[in-house]
């Protein structure tokens, strides 16, 4: 009891002082997780978008897959990046094992399917809302996807503050990938992890409630979008 | 009270250039899950002034107006419109009002320029055109309010607004006061009426009988998906030919 309540103590100075070392590892979550999510973001929402429109052979497979795939446990993503990574694997060439690049594309492989999902969903139900609608107006094609993606942006924030959230708390992926290397791929979770193992227990809080602080406020972001987008729904 | 009489079609517009109207429907069928909803329908519908469907609830009113405006197609049967033009210029000339209309997630201005901008209305012409109708239907001083704040009249109106700013030969209207209140009621009629003295000509699905009788010229009565009757709107509301139609003017219930 003791013990944690100085642990807490530290940690709330570590966050006051901006401790350097502290600040190193949020600086390469955030911009780990970040790209992740932005390049999820921009693969994610035409993918979703062509996938809620598109009719084809296979794609109520393919949506249950990326349904499928939205679940996807970040160790087993780690270990797939990892072996393809390798040495011996296919992207060896690249040489990008145990930095941030291998670090992000393990985030991107865990957040697209969770962008091209919620996107599909949400323009299916958009679409079948708008279609007679828009039909009667003559909107079809490129046009009428551009219409349906406007109409639901508000919703599309949340679902990439969705991916967000899904990333940078994430630990099973990025320890495998990263490493966990000090100064190089040590990002918030990895960091927790080693220092609660190592007994550094006031690093390992802080870092936590840093963590906690972002959740809370992706979380707070996307409550005060849905609440107040449909009221002032300008053009 | 208002001058909802029906005019005498000064219908300038519509005549001056070959026109999409009249228009014949031969033998439409529309089946559906296995259902037939619309069984065989023939009928033909003038250029002039406001035809109104009626029948019961299931009757197949709905159903009907969204295979003259080409939104269902039919299992059997087709529309043939008059002149010569092609499909999307058919579609083009055309215009239609939900029961419950979708508005887009943007100002009632916004939501009138879009119809316009998709109808190739351009540049000045576009912003004329915005003017004149959003006067024309009393949305001025709405003009800027969010769509999705709109009260359930204002969103019809809205609706019609965007129907009509595209300067459609025809209009099809799905019961478009069917949850309106009376004062929200007679804004829409005395727009329709506006709107048939501008040629525009109306198809429009209504269970009101008082309603049919001020804006429109000739009914037909749909009852389980066939026409009971077709007839002008002196003779339907004082003595309907068919027995579903004498019991729905009369108010009764037929089985």
Request: proline share 3%; glycine share 6%.
């Given at each position: 009891?003791?013990?944690s309540?100085?642990?807490?103590?530290?940690?709330?100075?570590?966050?006051?002082d901006?401790?350097?070392?502290?600040?190193?590892?949020i600086?390469?979550?955030?911009?780990v997780?970040?790209?992740?999510?932005?390049?999820?973001?921009?693969?994610?929402?035409?993918?979703?978008?062509?996938?809620?429109?598109?009719?084809?052979?296979?794609?109520?497979?393919?949506?249950?897959?990326?349904?499928?795939?939205?679940?996807?446990?970040?160790?087993?993503?780690?270990?797939?990046?990892?072996?393809?990574?390798?040495?011996?694997?296919?992207?060896?060439?690249?040489?990008i094992?145990?930095?941030?690049?291998?670090?992000?594309?393990?985030q991107l492989?865990?957040v697209?399917?969770?962008v091209?999902?919620?996107?599909?969903?949400?323009?299916?139900?958009?679409?079948?809302?708008?279609?007679?609608?828009?039909?009667?107006?003559?909107?079809?094609?490129?046009?009428?996807?551009?219409?349906?993606?406007?109409?639901v942006?508000?919703?599309?924030?949340?679902?990439?503050?969705?991916?967000?959230?899904?990333?940078?708390?994430?630990?099973?992926?990025?320890?495998?990938?990263?490493g966990?290397i000090?100064?190089?791929?040590?990002?918030m979770?990895?960091a927790?992890t080693?220092e609660?193992?190592?007994?550094?227990?006031?690093?390992?809080?802080?870092?936590?409630?840093?963590l906690?602080?972002?959740?809370?406020?992706?979380n707070a972001?996307?409550?005060?979008?849905?609440h107040?987008?449909?009221?002032?729904?300008?053009? | 009270?208002?001058?909802?009489?029906?005019?005498?079609?000064d219908?300038?517009?519509?005549?001056r250039?070959?026109?999409?109207?009249?228009?014949?429907v031969?033998?439409?069928?529309y089946?559906?899950?296995?259902?037939r909803?619309?069984?065989?329908?023939?009928?033909?519908?003038?250029?002039?002034?406001?035809?109104?469907?009626?029948g019961?609830?299931?009757?197949?009113?709905s159903v009907?107006?969204?295979?003259?405006?080409?939104l269902?197609?039919?299992?059997?049967?087709?529309?043939?419109?008059a002149?010569?033009?092609d499909?999307?210029?058919?579609?083009?000339r055309?215009?239609?009002?939900?029961?419950a209309?979708?508005?887009?997630?943007?100002?009632?201005?916004?939501?009138?320029?879009y119809?316009?901008?998709?109808?190739?209305?351009?540049?000045?012409r576009?912003?004329?055109?915005?003017?004149?109708?959003l006067q024309?239907t009393?949305l001025?001083?709405?003009?800027?309010?969010?769509?999705?704040?709109?009260?359930?009249?204002?969103?019809?109106?809205?609706?019609?607004?965007?129907?009509?700013?595209?300067e459609?030969?025809?209009?099809?209207?799905?019961?478009?006061?069917?949850?309106?209140?009376?004062?929200?009621?007679?804004?829409?009629?005395?727009?329709?009426?506006?709107?048939?003295?501008?040629?525009?000509?109306?198809?429009?699905v209504?269970?009101?009988?008082?309603?049919?009788?001020r804006l429109?010229?000739?009914?037909?009565?749909?009852?389980r998906?066939?026409?009971?009757?077709?007839?002008?709107?002196?003779?339907?509301?004082?003595?309907p030919?068919s027995?579903?139609a004498?019991?729905?003017?009369?108010?009764?219930?037929?089985?």
């Amino acid at each position: 009891m003791n013990d944690s309540a100085s642990a807490f103590a530290t940690a709330v100075q570590l966050i006051g002082d901006f401790d350097a070392a502290l600040l190193e590892i949020i600086a390469l979550s955030l911009r780990v997780s970040l790209s992740a999510v932005v390049l999820g973001a921009l693969l994610g929402l035409p993918l979703g978008a062509a996938l809620a429109i598109g009719r084809f052979r296979g794609r109520q497979a393919l949506i249950v897959c990326v349904n499928t795939l939205m679940g996807l446990p970040p160790v087993v993503v780690g270990l797939i990046v990892y072996l393809q990574l390798s040495q011996s694997g296919l992207l060896g060439w690249l040489h990008i094992l145990y930095s941030p690049a291998a670090m992000i594309i393990a985030q991107l492989i865990l957040v697209t399917p969770i962008v091209i999902a919620l996107t599909r969903q949400f323009i299916e139900d958009a679409d079948a809302d708008y279609d007679e609608e828009l039909r009667s107006l003559g909107v079809r094609g490129w046009s009428k996807l551009v219409t349906l993606i406007v109409e639901v942006r508000y919703s599309l924030v949340t679902v990439v503050l969705a991916a967000f959230g899904r990333a940078i708390a994430e630990v099973g992926a990025v320890i495998i990938v990263g490493g966990n290397i000090n100064h190089v791929t040590r990002v918030m979770t990895t960091a927790i992890t080693l220092e609660t193992s190592k007994g550094n227990l006031s690093l390992a809080l802080a870092l936590g409630l840093v963590l906690m602080f972002l959740a809370l406020g992706v979380n707070a972001a996307a409550a005060t979008i849905r609440h107040f987008a449909p009221k002032v729904a300008y053009a | 009270m208002l001058d909802l009489a029906v005019c005498e079609s000064d219908a300038k517009d519509a005549r001056r250039a070959p026109s999409i109207l009249p228009l014949s429907v031969d033998g439409l069928v529309y089946e559906h899950a296995g259902v037939r909803i619309i069984d065989n329908i023939s009928l033909h519908i003038e250029a002039a002034g406001c035809t109104a469907i009626m029948g019961y609830n299931g009757a197949g009113k709905s159903v009907l107006v969204r295979l003259l405006h080409g939104l269902l197609t039919p299992s059997a049967g087709a529309c043939r419109w008059a002149g010569n033009f092609d499909a999307n210029e058919i579609a083009r000339r055309q215009a239609m009002v939900f029961q419950a209309p979708v508005l887009l997630r943007r100002s009632v201005a916004a939501n009138v320029e879009y119809a316009l901008r998709i109808r190739s209305f351009n540049g000045e012409r576009r912003a004329q055109r915005l003017e004149a109708i959003l006067q024309e239907t009393d949305l001025l001083s709405l003009r800027d309010r969010p769509a999705a704040v709109l009260s359930a009249g204002e969103r019809q109106r809205v609706a019609l607004c965007r129907a009509l700013a595209i300067e459609p030969e025809i209009v099809f209207l799905d019961e478009p006061t069917a949850s309106l209140d009376p004062a929200a009621t007679v804004a829409i009629e005395r727009i329709l009426a506006r709107a048939m003295r501008a040629g525009r000509k109306l198809v429009m699905v209504s269970q009101s009988v008082g309603q049919v009788q001020r804006l429109a010229r000739d009914v037909i009565f749909v009852h389980r998906g066939r026409i009971t009757e077709h007839t002008p709107i002196e003779e339907f509301s004082t003595q309907p030919r068919s027995e579903p139609a004498r019991a729905f003017v009369a108010g009764e219930l037929f089985e």
